[in-house]
């Protein structure tokens, strides 16, 4: 740190302007931060004939500013972990609406189908409809989760793979 100070020093007097460094000294095993700053002091003539040297404890504004480094990186993983389930979200949702509206469009453009076969995609609709809701509520019941607590029940696997299956058909 000795040969920085003098490096400073010579700008001081080699310009006539104030330097400001932070200097950094462990201290019992702990960093302490200082800001250090030289001022030239002028003759008459405008010499530099010396140095003032004052210097501040900017300890806890470095560890503040760390913290707040801390801070906004968790911030920014969480947004981008918002984005993707935003992402996610909207094609969950997507994929049962555009069936709807696939079905809904087909079945306009055949009325002349058997009743049968009508109730066929009709059903077909309502399960997309019905999936759609589960997956809203599901979504209103995670923005919940922080605020209350929340029963967790298990997973029927065999209904969701049913699911998978009649959708592929």
Do not use: C
Not at 2 to 28: D, H, N
Not at 62 to 79: C, M
């Amino acid at each position: 740190e000795g040969r920085r100070f003098e490096e400073r020093l010579k700008i001081v007097f080699e310009t006539g302007r104030a330097v400001t460094a932070e200097v950094v000294l462990a201290i019992g095993g702990t960093l302490h931060y200082y800001e250090q700053i030289l001022r030239p002091v002028l003759d008459q003539d405008g010499r530099v004939v010396m140095a003032v040297s004052t210097i501040h404890d900017i300890t806890e504004r470095k560890r503040t500013e760390h913290l707040i480094q801390q801070y906004a990186a968790e911030v920014s993983a969480r947004n981008e972990d918002l984005e993707a389930f935003s992402r996610t979200v909207a094609h969950d949702l997507k994929s049962p609406l555009s069936n709807i509206i696939g079905f809904v469009e087909w079945l306009q453009s055949h009325l002349e189908l058997p009743a049968a076969e009508q109730q066929e995609y009709i059903d077909i609709i309502a399960r997309n409809a019905v999936k759609m809701d589960a997956i809203i509520d599901e979504l209103l019941l995670l923005a919940q989760v922080r605020k209350e607590q929340v029963e967790l029940l298990p997973i029927d696997t065999t209904r969701l793979i049913s699911e998978a299956q009649a959708r592929l058909a």
